[in-house]
């Protein structure tokens, strides 16, 4: 199941996490530099097959995962 649909603008909801493909389970992230940027971590995807940075809350997904 997929939720691609952007939730309609909520003034008390979070802003939606972006979303990430990657092609690899092992990712960095950085925030994406600037004011916005943290420390450079690295994460494992495992068998969800996606993970959530818990700076940010991007959310990096494998492509091909059920290839
Ligand atoms: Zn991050």
Known sequence: METDQTTPGDADALPA??????KTRRVACDGGG???GHPRVFYE????NF???????????LEGGGH
């Open 34 to 36: 600037g004011a916005l």
């Open 51 to 61: 993970v959530e940075c818990l700076y940010c809350d991007r959310r990096f997904v």
């Open 45 to 48: 995807i495992g068998e969800e």
């Open 17 to 22: 996490p972006e979303i990430v493909n990657v």
